[in-house]
Each structure stands twice: as structure tokens, then as C-alpha cells.
């Protein structure tokens, strides 16, 4: 029946697990905007950021006991997987933190407004929306490691380029870089 279709995907969604990742992420967020006002040997701050890694224990422990869990943990045993999503994490890391830096870089070094900054890095999100089709379509056609590799080295000489930003800089550039990092 109708209910029992729903009873079993409901009871197959790993609620606990939720509550434990999303507890112990906003934690680590709460905990790292706690450093705007007190110093990193607070107690507040150390009381959220240890709070919160106590969650993300509790959610890896709840991963592994789940029946359906929301990680499925195993798939990290296969290299090809652990590497991958290993190299995407850090690749991921550095362009966030390149793509929060690069807006008060535009306001604060450049003097551009909110408006203009947003201007120039909406290069990324288009280049996104565009190219997806694009490169998947590719990925089924080739070998996707050699364009993952391709794109992660792309975006890394283009994020190393972005170390000579300064205030003669041209804002071309950055959107240019944004286009291609996208």
C-alpha cells in the first residue's frame, strides 16, 4: 500500500545521522565566528569547537551502525575513491578560500562597490552553468581522471597567479581567472 511505500522510506532515512552532521558543522561554523570576538583559547570557543567535533564522532559512529546511512562509509576502503574525493576536498578548501578572499580584495584594495564585485566574479557561476553540460558530456567521452587533473590544474596556476594581485591589478584578470576556475 500507499502507506507502507512511505513507512519504509521513512524509516530507512538515517535521521540520527542528520542531526549529528548538521549539529556538528553549523557547531564548527558557530565555533569559528566565535573567533570574531574572543581568542582561540576561550572557553566558548573551545567549548563549541570541541561540542562540535563531538557531534562529528557521534555522526561517523552513526554511520557505521545505520542500516541505510546517509556516508556509506565502505566506499572509502576503494583507493580511486578515497583519492578522489581527498584531492576534490582540498581543491575544494583552496578555491573557497581564494573565493572569499577575492571580494574584499575588489572592495577593499581595488575600491570597487558590492555591486561591481559581484560583477566581476560572475564570470564563475556562469562558466558553471554553461560548461557543465559541456564537460560532462566530455567525462563519458574520455578519461575523466585526465580532466579532473586538467581542471585542478587549471584552477591551481590560476589561483597561484592570483598571489601577484595588488593594487595596479586589472579587474579583467580576476574575472578572467574566475572564468577559468569555473
Do not use: E
Amino acid at each position: 500500500t500507499k502507506n507502507a511505500a512511505a513507512q519504509a522510506v521513512m524509516g530507512g532515512v538515517d535521521w540520527r545521522g542528520a542531526l549529528l552532521s548538521g549539529g556538528g558543522v553549523a557547531g564548527v561554523l558557530i565555533s569559528f565566528d566565535l573567533l570574531h570576538d574572543q581568542s582561540a583559547s576561550s572557553p566558548q570557543f573551545l567549548g563549541a569547537l570541541g561540542g562540535s567535533l563531538l557531534l562529528l564522532v557521534g555522526f561517523v559512529w552513526s554511520q557505521l551502525h545505520h542500516p541505510h546511512p546517509l556516508l556509506g562509509l565502505d566506499l572509502f576502503r576503494y583507493a580511486s575513491v578515497s583519492t578522489g574525493l581527498s584531492s576534490l576536498f582540498m581543491f575544494a578548501a583552496a578555491l573557497s578560500a581564494s573565493n572569499f578572499v577575492l571580494p574584499f580584495y575588489l572592495q577593499g584594495v581595488l575600491g570597487q562597490t558590492a555591486a561591481q564585485a559581484g560583477w566581476v566574479l560572475l564570470p564563475y557561476s556562469l562558466s558553471l552553468l554553461f560548461l557543465s553540460p559541456l564537460t560532462g558530456w566530455m567525462s563519458v567521452r574520455m578519461n575523466p581522471g585526465w580532466l579532473s587533473a586538467l581542471g585542478f590544474l587549471l584552477g591551481a596556476c590560476i589561483s597561484v597567479s592570483y598571489l601577484g594581485l595588488d593594487m595596479r591589478s586589472s579587474v579583467v584578470w580576476v574575472a578572467l581567472g574566475q572564468l577559468g576556475i569555473g
